[in-house]
């Protein structure tokens, strides 16, 4: 089955302790990004890779890295968390980046940090 | 950048009910897509749908690319159809990054 998959998805957790969410895709996209919810700002662009070993910000990206070793995986870092970044975190990729290819989204990851 | 308005921000339905979702969008675009969030907070894809008409079970969707608008249309809900219903589009040239419209929120009552 074509899927993304976010791990964990749901996380409590304290300031300043670093943590990783990991996603995974299993459709050969070249295309992955981040998002983040938040209420009465909707979802907005962390990170977004375009292949492997290409990433670029995107609107709020302060607070946090990414990587994109492998075609399949590209994990969110949050290095020094703070409570600001509270948040529903997606993990979407597309088959490349051309904007009429369809994005397909994960099932999200709750993060809360106290 | 582009703009992208939903309406009814809010509606509540009886089981059974048929409804239309509005989304308009400021500029042309090559791609939109319908998402449903359930309670739990899972984003659904419902339709990717860049012009014309596509159907699903009891869900179909119409794109008007050139009057820059497309409809949800929900029949004979359930109480499982009850969220929130999200279109989003690509930013022009800004590959595909998508911008996600304000939402309806859609609440299914026997």
Known sequence: EAQVTQNPRYLITVTGKKLTVTCSQNMNHEYMSWYRQDPGLGLRQIYYSMNVEVTDKGDVPEGYKVSRKEKRNFPLILESPSPNQTSLYFCASSRHRDSQQPQHFGDGTRLSIL | ?110
């Open chain 2, 1 to 110: 950048g582009i703009q992208v308005e939903q309406s009814p921000p809010d509606l509540i339905l009886q089981e059974g009910a048929n409804s239309t979702l509005r989304c308009n969008f400021s500029d042309s675009v090559n791609n939109l897509q319908w998402f449903h969030q359930n309670p739990w907070g899972q984003l659904i894809n419902l339709f990717y749908i860049p012009s014309g008409t596509k159907q699903n079970g009891r869900l179909s969707a119409t794109t008007v690319a050139t009057e820059r608008y497309s409809l949800l249309y929900i029949s004979s809900s359930q109480t499982t159809d009850s969220g929130v219903y999200f279109c989003a589009v690509p930013l022009t040239g800004g590959g595909n990054k998508l911008t996600f419209g304000t939402g309806t929120q859609l609440k299914v009552e026997l």
